[in-house]
Structures are given as C-alpha cells and as structure tokens.
C-alpha cells in the first residue's frame, strides 16, 4: 500500500512539474547563472500576463495489482493552485479523490484516505517547490555537457543542491529553456526519469509539453496526457478554501477484500 501511493504521490509531482515545465521564453546564454536569472525574469512577466490556469490531464500507471488511471485537475491563481486527482484501479472500490491546495499561506491535503489534515513537517514544501523547478534549483547547478533528447539540443545541468531541488540532473532546451527531461536518484539507489514533450503554445511563444512520461529504473511506470487548458478564466478565490472542499470517503473493508493476502507460513 505505502509504495502504491508513493508512486501516486510521483506522478502528481511530476505532472505538476509537467505543466510548469514550458513556462520560459527563449534566450542564448550558455552560462547557467544567467539562464536561470533569464528564466526567472521571464516567469515575474508571465505570472502578470496569465492571471489563472486551468488544466486535465489523464495519467495511466503500471503497478502490481494492474493498471491504475488518474483524472487530474489543477487550478492556478497567482501562487495559490488546487491539484484534483481522481483514481481508478484495482482494489479500489468506488475509486480514490485527493485534493491538494496552496491558499496562499498553508498547503491542505484533503483525501478519501486520510480525510483532511494541513501538511507540515517539510511534506508542505515538498508540494511547493514541485511548483516552479527554477526557484529551487541554485546558481550552484553546472552545465556539464549538451546532449539531444526528443530532437531538441539541450543542456546537461548537474544539481548541486539536490536535497533542496525536484532533481539532480535535468536537460534543458538551448533554444526555448523548457524542461525537457529531469532525473532523481534516491538514498535507495533507485533512479526516477521525467521525460516531458509534445510541446504545444498556449499564449504567444509561450508553450508546455502535452505528455510526460516517467521511468523507475529503466521502466516506464506512468504515463500523463493533457486534454485541455484554458487561460484567465477568472477562477473564484472559493476553489483555493481548504475548508470548502469535500471527497467522497473510501470504503475501506471493500479495498481490503481485494487485496491479495500474504502466504501462510
């Protein structure tokens, strides 16, 4: 079970980062100080252009039991975001909604599992620097090499503060900046690897990759498709109230039923 909602909890992550990944604009330096100084004065001029943002996307995971789908929803207005999530699959009766806010302030997580509870502890921050991947990865960070991923030229940046950062490792487009691929490797050894493409643009030379897939150890384990965006849509400030989001609960017994029990000894 733990490892079923990590893996859940993978997939939000990087398909957050997905839809963040295409937010910059295009410049020429090679140096990556000056990139990211780049990157970040494009992302003040975008925040003031695109007022709110609303996006779905579907996402197909491989696990044990069988295939797992998600519907998933995430709404921006200005640094708040709702991130809804709805999954189907195997041993979940009924399925599973998760909603997780930032209102400005706190984030929530509100589940069908665990109810309702504000994430402190670092978990908060976790969800928050998954965000905006520019904000967390320092000047520290070196450009180690050019390679070609997906038919874009891109930049090999090393992560040298990888306890604070999304990734240790990403590859980013020399000629648009976008996030192109990311990878993270764990005190456990296991390698995760985000690959972001089908680039499309939303608002002028703005564009966001339309598919993300993410391996574990060589292994495609996920798979995430935008269907829609739609941009400046007036979002309610009512959407980012913790207090005014309901799930429906999860039939816990039903779920246990369709578990598979351990071997006798």
């Not at 965006?229 to 017994?253: S, T």
Request: hydrophobic share 35%; aromatic share 8%.
């Amino acid at each position: 079970m733990t490892r079923k909602f990590n893996c859940v909890k993978a997939v939000i992550s990087a398909v957050v980062l997905m839809s963040l990944a295409g937010w910059v604009y295009r410049v020429s330096a090679a140096d990556w100080s000056d990139i990211l100084k780049r990157v970040k004065s494009e992302q003040a001029r975008f925040k003031n252009e695109i007022k709110d943002m609303v996006w779905v996307q579907e996402a197909k995971m491989t696990t044990p039991q069988g295939e797992m789908v998600q519907e998933m929803k995430l709404q921006r207005k200005g640094d708040k975001f709702r991130w809804e999530t709805k999954m189907q699959g195997p041993n979940l009766p009924g399925g599973m909604e998760n909603v997780i806010i930032y209102d400005g302030k706190d984030t929530w997580m509100i589940s069908s599992f665990m109810g309702k509870k504000k994430l402190s502890g670092g978990k908060e921050k976790e969800y928050q620097a998954q965000r905006d991947w520019w904000d967390q990865v320092s000047e520290k960070a070196s450009i180690v090499g050019s390679e070609a991923v997906s038919g874009r030229d891109c930049y090999v940046v090393e992560v040298k503060d990888p306890q604070n950062a999304p990734f240790t490792k990403i590859w980013v487009d020399k000629k648009s900046l976008n996030l192109i691929k990311g990878e993270t490797k764990n005190p456990q050894g296991e390698t995760s690897l985000w690959i972001y493409s089908d680039f499309r643009k939303i608002k002028g030379d703005l564009e966001m990759p339309y598919k993300m897939e993410m391996f574990l150890n060589g292994k495609l384990s996920s798979t995430s498709v935008v269907k829609s965006v739609e941009i400046n849509k007036g979002l309610a400030d009512d959407l980012f109230d913790p207090g005014k989001v309901q799930v429906k609960g999860i039939d816990i017994q039903k779920m246990m039923k369709g578990m598979p029990m351990p071997p006798a000894e």
